[in-house]
């Protein structure tokens, strides 16, 4: 079937009615928005996947889940031994989402309905799913083993991955062996990644999630490696702080070579080492990262130091290409990113092969969906119970609201129900001091919980009764039963809790997690970590029927930027204020004007070629 037929998904099912069981107003209130005609929302609703019989089996089922509570549900071994799942050294237990077997069987329906495994095989086909860039979407590729083929209009693009880790491979032994010197003859030891958004993120997550792990530790000694995607000064104050720039080299991290925060950055940082080392320093120092080779070429990197990837790799999807795989070599060597892309590939070969019931990102993908279209629950936490995985949220958080924060299907048709997740999180325990309160005894928000088995530290104090470890997963075991079970008043009062304090001190219970063991983390079960979600994510659209791989929303802000830019530089050329003529409403014309007139005020510096490196030696962090 072409992927334009499996866009009409649900259609062959569907039997129009409008009848929501669900006390929880679940799909738009249509009512409100007058600017949408009837006929666009009737047109909506029927290619719509909430037209199906098994969306609809789904919303009956809500009331009876209404009627269950988790402390009931946990006590039913067949349930809880069916709703855990083991692949790959990987455990994860939905014992502890609101949902029975029969939800699960309901949801393979739903998955059904809406063509979800062959959305996947679609995929990997190479299939232009990205419609409205005409792309395909193969980020799989690039942790593909060297004798996958996979190809984009008919031609394995296996090699040409390959082909450019192979160059980072070369590059980065060279660099790291000191075979590759710096303008004036010392190696290269630090390394500064600029680039924003998925140009960032997922190199940022890998390499937190690296730092402390043995082997990639002792592969990095000696060596720094720092993210500058801010475009606030001073991040890159932040970022260059304390380096000589002899010792330095900065990686260009652009999937388009346009993105205004990391081409400013990039020309900041190139007059740091220039102003220092001489405009020629530049071959030495700077590399980069694109799929743009031309613009990479025309700012002055030496295309023989510029590392390709291809439009077929969304900017959040593509760690796995040049874009982390080049820094996070430098800094770890490539042995240990090799180890990280198997990861990844593994779970690639998971999604692709194992079957719908028993695949661990479709099985997360369609709770998720249970739990944002049916439950009403928009929100999800992922709370890692460890430390290295401290960047896991902020990625997932981009590959997740920017894939699918969207108000329209594929087709370009309202979407009749809100589609997208609210994702954020922090590690355990620091989250348990923070916003914990909220998701006990607040609003209901699923959670993630993730642990692991084998510490990447070991600290065990002499008279402690368990090692620091342990006493992080203490609270990993009971945060997801607090959450299930709850404490009732019948408790309170047995403990003989003062009866003003019984409101208080109850916790209803009932509030879904997920529990996610991995036996390590190492570069490989990081690799398996970022596909899980990758593919979470992308479960998630397929039943939405929305296409997750374009980012249309991020286009509006910067066009009203640039706007603002050419409004900032005639008024500092010009010695003006923002005036009714210059076309921007009332409030922002009196915020830039408050904005214009303090800077005014300021002791301004005059724009220079150089950037000023004295700033950073007066103002030690
Ligand atoms: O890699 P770049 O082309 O510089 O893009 C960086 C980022 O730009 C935009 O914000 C997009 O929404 C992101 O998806 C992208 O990752």
């Not at 924003?196 to 060596?223: C, D, N, W």
């Amino acid at each position: 079937m072409a992927f334009s037929q499996l866009q009409a998904a649900g259609k062959q099912t569907s039997e129009n009615g409008n009848s929501n069981p669900n006390p929880i107003p679940l799909t738009r209130d249509v009512s409100v928005n007058v600017s949408r005609s009837l006929s666009s929302m009737d047109k909506a609703m029927e290619t719509s996947i909430a037209s199906t019989d098994a969306w609809r089996a789904l919303q009956e089922h809500v009331a009876e889940i209404e009627n269950t509570h988790l402390k009931d549900l946990l006590a039913d071994q067949g349930r809880c031994e069916a709703m855990s799942k083991e692949d790959m050294g990987l455990y994860i237990d939905f014992s502890r989402q609101r949902a029975t077997q029969d939800t699960i069987k309901k949801l393979m329906d739903l998955a059904r309905a809406a063509n979800l495994k062959e959305k996947i095989d679609a995929m990997y086909a190479g299939d232009h799913i990205n419609s409205t860039e005409d792309r395909a979407v193969l980020h799989v590729a690039t942790r593909a083993r060297r004798e996958q083929v996979i190809c984009d209009d008919g031609k394995n693009q296996v090699p040409e991955v390959w082909g450019v880790l192979d160059r980072i491979k070369a590059f980065s032994e060279k660099v790291r062996s000191g075979e590759w010197k710096g303008a004036t003859g010392k190696p290269i030891k630090n390394i500064v990644a600029i680039g924003i958004g998925g140009s960032f993120l997922g190199p940022l997550f890998v390499h937190t999630a690296l730092r402390t792990e043995p082997k990639a530790m002792m592969q990095s000694r000696g060596r720094t490696l720092r993210f500058l995607a801010n475009v606030d000064p001073i991040d890159v104050a932040r970022a260059l702080n304390g380096l000589d720039p002899e010792e330095t080299m900065a990686v260009v991290i652009s999937k388009t070579f346009t993105t205004a925060e990391t081409m400013l950055n990039a020309r900041t940082v190139r007059s740091w080492l220039t102003s220092q080392l001489g405009e020629e320093s530049v071959a030495q120092h700077m590399v980069a990262v694109s799929t743009n080779l031309k613009l990479v070429k025309e700012f002055g990197i030496d295309p023989e130091n510029a590392f390709g990837f291809w439009d077929w790799v969304g900017g959040r999807y593509s760690v796995c290409s040049a874009v982390g795989i080049l820094p996070l070599s430098l800094q770890y060597g490539f042995e240990v990113m090799e180890q990280f892309l198997s990861g990844a590939n593994a779970m690639d070969d998971h999604f692709r092969e194992t079957p719908l019931e028993s695949n661990l990102p479709v099985l997360m993908g369609l709770l998720s969906v249970w739990n944002i279209s049916f439950l009403g629950y928009p929100a999800r936490a992922i709370l890692p119970y460890c430390q290295a995985l401290s960047k896991l949220a902020p990625h997932i958080q981009q590959v997740s609201m920017e894939s699918n924060g969207k108000g329209v299907d594929i087709n370009g048709n309202v979407l009749p129900f809100e589609a997208g997740e609210i994702d954020f999180g922090e590690p355990g325990t620091n989250g348990q001091h923070s916003f914990y309160q909220l998701i006990h005894q607040g609003r209901v928000v699923p959670c993630d919980f993730i642990g692991i088995v084998r510490s990447q530290q070991s600290v065990y104090l002499k008279d402690e009764i368990v090692s620091n470890h342990d006493e992080l997963m203490c609270n990993f075991f009971a945060q997801a039963d607090a959450l299930a079970y709850g404490k009732s008043r019948e408790e309170l009062r047995s403990q003989n809790v003062p009866d003003y304090l019984i409101p208080h001190r109850s916790f209803t219970g009932n509030r879904p997690s997920t529990s996610l063991l991995l036996p390590e983390l190492s570069a490989y079960t990081v690799g398996q970590v970022l596909a899980l979600y990758e593919h979470q994510v992308a479960v998630q659209g397929f039943v939405w029927n929305i296409n997750s791989f374009d980012q249309w929303g991020v286009e509006l802000g910067k066009v009203l930027a640039s706007r603002v830019r050419q409004m900032i530089n005639q008024s500092r050329n010009k010695h003006r204020f923002v005036n009714n003529s210059d076309g921007f409403n009332y409030s922002t014309t009196r915020l830039l004007n408050k904005y214009l007139q303090g800077k005014t005020q300021l002791l301004y510096p005059e724009p220079r070629d150089v950037f000023p490196a004295e700033l950073l030696e007066h103002n030690p962090l």
